[in-house]
């Protein structure tokens, strides 16, 4: 495909889609506002290079016009009859700008009319008089009329049976072309079939991308117009069954996952409405932060494998809180709290449901309630995770112990004098010695495989952030072992360890010394070759030792509070 051709091709599809109106706008200010240009051919025996554009005065387009009438009777190559056919259309342009453009509507040029251009966004053009350019964005183009410049189809369909000066082209959509169409310019059809009839000419190239019926988007015009338009996912009107279909598609998966996961809706729920502004805090921090997450995960290289779980776990959060807040919806309709079947939330589901598919009809309230569902849900899904883990860590920790009273210490045979007699000194308070930490050893709960794998994942983004800030990612996995086993060493944690409370400990109750750690982080490799099944042996072992633990002789356990930095 020619330069001049993926040009037109950029310029007509890609920016008519999304500033046709304005740019239309513009050439007609801009038509109105400068002198109009002409080429002044040096030499007429060869336009090729001696035709410039130098521009021309009002009381000098007359002897241009003369200029380009003697470049007709001296050259009739197809260039120079491209120049002048540019020349003169730009020229009555000036002369006579008429610009057909409408959005959400089909554009309409009947025989006899002439137009400049002859656009339709989210619509269809047909065009039988006149017409400079015709260009249909999710909608079809047909032509009978006369066109000096070219068409242009984004998913839809083109008909063409007339006269074409420019190229023609379909994206996502298929061509026609009929008996008294002449193009002299190329045709390219893109994801669609060209049906051409034998007496049908065309002078420059034929080009297929991805050639083949994708089938009619009708549907998704039909959408587009009473839907999208309005701010709206459903509307009444023709061609939207498949809208409806979807919808109550959706309706059941929430009713399934109801039914499925009571406990979880449930507890979903009443954190919403005991706090709804955590939970909404919650939601813009996780969405904010997962973009940022993802690109670290890319970064990193090593965490590009981990980036279709997250999303597909962001995902199933999205969906989960669109349950949520229906349920959350139907128990504020019903009021039904106490036990009884219409507690159960599959029923304040349904309920909800239907409310909100009555909502999704009203224009622009409809996209708001659908966007506003999306957030809520998914904050109160990661604010009810958060409590939860929470809650899991607090439980490990236990209850907090109470201090012993003197009668206690009597029974156990202490000697309480002085701290009987005496007065308590608030200024000594202080200063008084802190219970001695709690030894860690292997005898403390061992870490399982998901906690230690999200230790790993922390580590790996921060060495794979400080690698690419200096350029050197095909050092990661040797800088990351490195790193491994001098953190063992000083600290018995690395930093994704220590942000999960994660310690190194050896089975024999000894120190992890050098040897230790530097045979432990070798090991890694071992455990990672076989398609890390050494890593993935957390899971499976009874004492959650990975390949490398068992070489190295040791465990990693969970501490009740979390290692200090320094």
């Given at each position: 495909?020619?330069n001049s051709?993926?040009?037109r091709l950029?310029?007509l599809?890609?920016?008519?889609?999304?500033?046709?109106?304005?740019?239309?706008?513009?050439?007609v200010?801009t038509a109105?506002a400068?002198?109009p240009t002409?080429a002044?051919?040096?030499?007429?025996?060869?336009?090729?290079?001696?035709?410039?554009t130098p521009t021309?005065?009002?009381?000098a387009a007359?002897?241009?016009?003369?200029?380009?009438g003697?470049?007709?009777?001296?050259?009739?190559?197809?260039e120079?009859?491209?120049?002048?056919?540019?020349h003169?259309?730009?020229?009555?342009r000036?002369?006579?700008?008429?610009d057909?453009?409408n959005?959400?509507h089909?554009?309409?040029l009947p025989?006899g009319e002439t137009?400049?251009?002859?656009v339709?966004?989210?619509?269809s053009?047909t065009?039988d008089g006149?017409a400079?350019?015709?260009?249909?964005?999710?909608g079809?183009t047909?032509?009978t009329?006369?066109?000096s410049d070219?068409?242009v189809?984004v998913?839809g369909?083109t008909?063409i049976?007339?006269?074409?000066?420019?190229?023609?082209?379909?994206?996502?959509?298929s061509?026609?072309?009929g008996?008294?169409a002449q193009i002299?310019g190329?045709?390219?059809?893109?994801g669609?079939?060209?049906?051409?009839?034998p007496?049908?000419i065309?002078?420059?190239?034929v080009?297929?991308?991805?050639?083949g019926d994708?089938?009619?988007?009708g549907?998704?015009r039909?959408?587009v117009?009473?839907?999208?338009?309005?701010g709206?996912?459903?509307?009444?009107?023709?061609?939207?069954?498949?809208?409806w279909?979807l919808?109550?598609?959706?309706l059941?998966?929430?009713?399934?996952?109801?039914?499925?996961?009571r406990?979880?809706?449930t507890?979903?729920?009443?954190?919403?409405?005991?706090?709804p502004?955590?939970s909404v805090?919650?939601?813009?921090i996780?969405m904010?932060?997962?973009p940022?997450?993802?690109?670290l995960?890319?970064?990193?290289?090593?965490g590009i494998p981990?980036v279709?779980?997250?999303?597909?776990?962001l995902?199933?959060?999205?969906?989960?809180?669109k349950a949520?807040?229906?349920?959350?919806?139907?128990?504020?309709?019903t009021?039904s709290r106490?036990?009884?079947?219409m507690?159960?939330?599959?029923?304040?589901?349904?309920?909800?449901g239907?409310l909100?598919l009555g909502?999704y009809l009203v224009?622009v309230?409809?996209?708001l309630?659908?966007?506003l569902?999306?957030v809520l849900g998914?904050g109160?899904v990661?604010?009810?995770v958060?409590?939860a883990?929470?809650a899991h860590?607090a439980a490990?920790e236990?209850p907090?112990?109470?201090?012993?009273?003197?009668?206690?210490?009597?029974?156990?045979?202490?000697?309480?004098?002085a701290?009987a007699t005496a007065a308590?000194d608030?200024?000594?308070?202080?200063?008084?010695?802190a219970p001695?930490p709690q030894?860690?050893t292997?005898?403390?709960?061992?870490?399982g495989?998901?906690v230690r794998?999200?230790?790993l994942?922390?580590d790996?983004?921060?060495?794979?952030?400080?690698?690419?800030?200096?350029?050197?990612?095909h050092?990661e996995?040797?800088v990351?072992?490195?790193?491994?086993?001098?953190?063992?060493?000083?600290?018995?944690?690395?930093?994704g360890g220590?942000?999960?409370?994660?310690?190194?400990?050896?089975?024999?109750?000894r120190?992890?010394?050098?040897?230790?750690?530097?045979?432990?982080a070798?090991?890694?490799?071992l455990?990672?070759a076989?398609?890390?099944?050494g890593?993935i042996w957390?899971?499976?072992?009874?004492n959650n030792?990975?390949?490398?633990?068992?070489?190295?002789?040791t465990?990693v356990?969970r501490?009740?509070?979390?290692?200090p930095l320094?």
């Amino acid at each position: 495909m020619n330069n001049s051709l993926l040009r037109r091709l950029v310029s007509l599809a890609v920016v008519s889609l999304t500033v046709v109106p304005l740019c239309s706008l513009l050439v007609v200010a801009t038509a109105q506002a400068a002198p109009p240009t002409a080429a002044t051919p040096a030499n007429p025996a060869n336009p090729e290079t001696s035709i410039s554009t130098p521009t021309i005065s009002n009381s000098a387009a007359a002897s241009g016009d003369e200029a380009w009438g003697r470049l007709d009777d001296a050259d009739t190559s197809p260039e120079a009859k491209r120049y002048r056919h540019h020349h003169h259309y730009w020229h009555d342009r000036h002369e006579h700008s008429n610009d057909l453009v409408n959005l959400g509507h089909d554009s309409t040029l009947p025989r006899g009319e002439t137009a400049d251009s002859v656009v339709s966004i989210f619509g269809s053009s047909t065009s039988d008089g006149e017409a400079g350019e015709v260009v249909s964005i999710f909608g079809d183009t047909r032509v009978t009329g006369d066109v000096s410049d070219g068409t242009v189809s984004v998913l839809g369909n083109t008909y063409i049976d007339s006269k074409v000066d420019g190229d023609v082209v379909a994206v996502l959509g298929s061509m026609e072309l009929g008996p008294h169409a002449q193009i002299d310019g190329s045709v390219v059809v893109v994801g669609g079939n060209l049906q051409r009839d034998p007496a049908a000419i065309i002078h420059g190239d034929v080009q297929h991308v991805f050639s083949g019926d994708f089938g009619s988007v009708g549907w998704l015009r039909s959408w587009v117009r009473h839907c999208l338009l309005y701010g709206r996912p459903l509307a009444l009107a023709p061609g939207l069954g498949w809208a409806w279909s979807l919808a109550l598609a959706c309706l059941a998966l929430y009713a399934v996952l109801a039914l499925l996961f009571r406990e979880g809706i449930t507890r979903c729920v009443q954190t919403f409405e005991a706090q709804p502004g955590q939970s909404v805090l919650a939601a813009l921090i996780a969405m904010l932060l997962t973009p940022i997450l993802v690109v670290l995960l890319f970064v990193t290289v090593i965490g590009i494998p981990a980036v279709p779980f997250v999303l597909v776990a962001l995902f199933c959060a999205g969906l989960f809180g669109k349950a949520v807040m229906l349920a959350w919806l139907g128990r504020r309709v019903t009021g039904s709290r106490g036990a009884g079947p219409m507690s159960h939330p599959v029923f304040a589901v349904l309920i909800g449901g239907v409310l909100v598919l009555g909502l999704y009809l009203v224009p622009v309230v409809g996209f708001l309630v659908y966007k506003l569902l999306g957030v809520l849900g998914f904050g109160a899904v990661v604010y009810t995770v958060i409590q939860a883990v929470r809650a899991h860590r607090a439980a490990k920790e236990g209850p907090p112990r109470a201090p012993a009273s003197p009668t206690a210490a009597l029974a156990a045979g202490a000697a309480p004098a002085a701290s009987a007699t005496a007065a308590p000194d608030p200024q000594a308070a202080p200063f008084a010695a802190a219970p001695a930490p709690q030894p860690i050893t292997a005898a403390m709960p061992r870490a399982g495989f998901w906690v230690r794998i999200g230790a790993l994942l922390i580590d790996a983004l921060l060495v794979g952030f400080c690698l690419s800030v200096l350029g050197q990612h095909h050092l990661e996995l040797l800088v990351l072992a490195a790193y491994g086993a001098v953190m063992w060493k000083l600290r018995g944690s690395t930093v994704g360890g220590i942000v999960l409370d994660l310690h190194v400990v050896r089975l024999d109750g000894r120190e992890v010394d050098w040897e230790t750690a530097i045979i432990r982080a070798l090991s890694c490799f071992l455990s990672l070759a076989v398609a890390g099944l050494g890593f993935i042996w957390i899971a499976l072992d009874r004492n959650n030792q990975a390949w490398h633990d068992k070489i190295a002789g040791t465990v990693v356990v969970r501490v009740a509070k979390g290692v200090p930095l320094v």
